[in-house]
């Protein structure tokens, strides 16, 4: 493995676990913590969850080869590595086999987002993947790739996508104290800043928005992830969805748009934010879908105050790498 000749740039792995898919990349970003550059990917991949096995031990396992694999695939020289190269599962799979070579050092830190409560290294809940309650996955972590425990670090998922954004994301964003972060995929997690500080509350659970309850027994997760949208639609995958290209497709985004600006709504209401960011899974189709929002949520406005005086409502600057870029804020 090859470092870059620049001293003060440092290398970490950011993994973004989620319900359908856990994303990993190896981010470059500055030693200088004033530094304005935000970090960058410059080699990620991508496993089905359902690949990772079926218990916190097999998953472990998996995740700790991918890790390997993929830092002994990534030529850490941006000279060498294209950014934001996607690798195959194959040449992962493969560098992970070959003979151990003195790479992690060169890592400087791992971070890990989890779609569930988080304490001390710990998954205390994972809805999504439910064999991942009380998992240890820092400490196994630290333990099969020998390195150091004080340099991983495991936290909510979305919290780690809003770390990305508030610290390196759109001048709006960065200039907002007040701040939800709202992430749309399989599921749906939220991260809430209140006067420049993220969130976290008696359980670690302040901003779980999506378990918030919508059109009676429904959660918002279940009426707007975009497990949700998929089901509405009929199909598999969202590219199928975005761009509509049909009036049926076009009122399923309708209907979706309304439903997602009534949950942003309650959202308001209950937290007051200055700035909404939305990202995860779904991020590539939002601009198909905020001019829809948007209207919704000026239907329930509430305060006196025109939306567009004391509220923004954006897309995640990192897309749906947001969470594995924000593992290593």
Known sequence: MQISSQSNLQYGVGVDIGGSFVKLGVVEYSADSNADAPPKIINKFKISTAGMGSSSTTFADNLARSIYGLIRETKVDVSLQPENNDSTIAAIRAAAETPQAKIIPTISRIGVGVPGCVEDGKIIDCANIPYLANCHLAQLLSQKLKFNLQNITLDNDAN???????????????SAKNI??????????????????????????????????IFGDKTFEEVCSATALKTMAVCDDLTEIFPPLNNATKAIIASYAQNLGMGI?????????????????I???????????LQE????????????????????????????????V
């Open 180 to 213: 939800v972060m709202i992430t749309i995929g399989t599921g749906i997690g939220g991260a809430v800043f209140a006067n420049g500080v993220l969130q976290n509350g008696a359980r670690g659970l302040f901003g779980e928005v999506g378990r918030m309850r």
């Open 265 to 281: 709504s309650n959202i308001i209401n209950c937290y007051d934010p200055s700035c909404i960011i939305l990202g995860g899974g």
């Open 297 to 328: 949520v000026q239907k329930h406005n509430y305060g006196g105050k025109p939306l567009d005086e004391y509220l923004t409502i954006l897309s995640a600057t990192f897309g749906n790498n947001a969470g594995i870029i924000g593992c290593i």
């Open 160 to 174: 780690m996508a809003a770390k990305a954004e508030v610290a390196f994301g759109d001048d709006r964003i960065k």
């Open 283 to 293: 991020s590539f189709g939002l601009k198909y879908l905020l001019p829809e929002v």
